[in-house]
């Protein structure tokens, strides 16, 4: 595409003070911190249940945090509702129903309200997924990986492929949009068990499908006994070919690992990569909120006993913290330009308050490095910007560092 020159060049700015003239999009995010087992690739906040859950209890403190955190969205509509872990399907449907009830009387959940939540395929789960939907989930996600058991024992889950295709096959039954979590470049796997895993996903005609390499992330068990994986240029052969196969089938990799039909993009996971706002309830939840002056960042207590006792002490959030006016073009950025169309110059100012000029010479340096596409209407990351995204972002944390 010809580029166009848009911008002068200005150096960056050194203003503190912000002024947001609108709010963004506000979702709202739910964390159930439990799994029956943890995951040796997982590195988020969860923790074996060992035995049932204490569902009651944390319904409670739920409501409670939220109804804590409602001065800071007092008035602002919520447009999704995301239910993450964890495993949320540990909770029962009568639990989600309480909830749903609760947001709407408490905070304005829009009527179209996109509602994900994210379940594990094991047949417990499972003939949980007619009561989800009639509590009001719109949209479930379920965090497959693989269909083939070897692979399945492989990365510790807890369910056989059998349970997987029942899953998959419920959800098609109960939901018209749903999302079926794969990974590629698992222990021992080769191309042609990656692209059949990914064969049996369409079979059952998924609005949506997250495709994810698997990686050794730092405090997981896989870190510290590391299996062994195929090399990088057989994953890059794998990711290839899957968003050869997947485009083939009519969907669209419209972010880095997700790929979804026409119309069934996931709002709530959009309003992320487009520096929405979103607060979250739970233990160990993280909140991005825009006020009138600044953007603050939230994370609830971690562990479930002490968000117990830190929400009954009335106060659940652990840490917050101020985003500096320097450091929200790097975390605009960072979500941004994991979007296939990138974003509008507008939509930078509006979500950073500050003028697009602030980049201007990284975006010139990108566009000449051919990672970038620059024009009066969109930047948007090349295919090569796409494939290393790392290295684009770097420059511009070094200026905003």
Excluded at 223 to 242: N, T
């Amino acid at each position: 595409m010809r580029t166009i020159p848009i911008f002068a060049e200005k150096p960056r700015s050194t203003v503190e003070t912000l002024e947001f003239r609108a709010s963004p999009p506000l979702s709202l995010y739910v964390h159930v911190p439990w799994c029956i087992r943890k995951c040796p690739y997982c590195d988020f906040n969860s923790h074996e249940a060992g035995g049932a859950v204490p569902e009651k209890e944390y319904v409670a403190a739920l409501l409670q945090d939220l109804q804590s955190a409602l001065p800071l969205i007092w008035g602002r509509p919520v447009v999704s509702v995301f239910f993450g872990g964890g495993t949320p399907s540990l909770l029962s449907p009568a639990a989600i129903d309480e909830l749903l009830a609760a947001f709407r009387a408490l905070a304005r959940l829009t009527p179209d309200a996109e509602i994900t939540l994210e379940a594990n395929p094991g047949t417990a789960e499972a003939g949980r997924f007619a009561g989800y939907r009639a509590a009001g989930v719109t949209r479930l996600s379920l965090g497959i990986q693989s269909f083939d058991d070897g692979h399945l024992q492989a990365l510790g889950r807890v369910h056989d492929s059998n349970e997987a295709r029942h899953a998959a096959e419920l959800a098609s039954r109960h939901f018209e949009t749903f999302n079926l979590d794969l990974m590629y470049g698992l222990p021992g796997q080769s191309h042609a068990q990656a692209l059949a895993d990914v064969e049996q996903a369409l079979a059952f005609k998924p609005t949506h499908l997250s495709c994810y390499q698997l990686t050794l992330e730092p405090n997981t068990r896989f870190a510290a006994f590391p299996p062994e994986l195929p090399e990088s240029d057989q994953c890059a052969d794998m990711q290839e070919a899957i968003e050869a196969r997947l485009a083939a089938a009519g969907f669209r990799n419209y972010e880095t690992s997700a790929f979804a039909r026409p119309e069934w993009l996931c709002r709530h996971n959009l309003n992320y990569w487009q520096f929405g706002d979103y607060l979250g309830i739970g233990a160990g939840a993280h909140s991005k909120l825009t006020l009138h002056d600044r953007v603050l960042r939230q994370m609830r207590w971690k562990h479930p006993k002490a968000y117990f006792e830190q929400v009954a002490a009335g106060t659940p959030v652990q840490d917050e913290q101020q985003v500096a006016a320097r450091d929200l073009p790097f975390e605009f950025l960072m979500n941004a330009l994991r979007l296939a169309d990138g974003f509008a110059p507008d939509l930078f100012e509006q979500r950073t308050s500050l003028p697009i000029s602030v980049i201007v010479p990284q975006l010139k340096a990108a566009e000449a490095d051919g990672l970038l596409t620059v024009s009066a209407e969109q930047i948007a990351p090349t295919l090569q910007g796409r494939r290393f995204l790392n290295v684009l972002l770097e420059r511009f944390l070094a200026e905003g560092g």
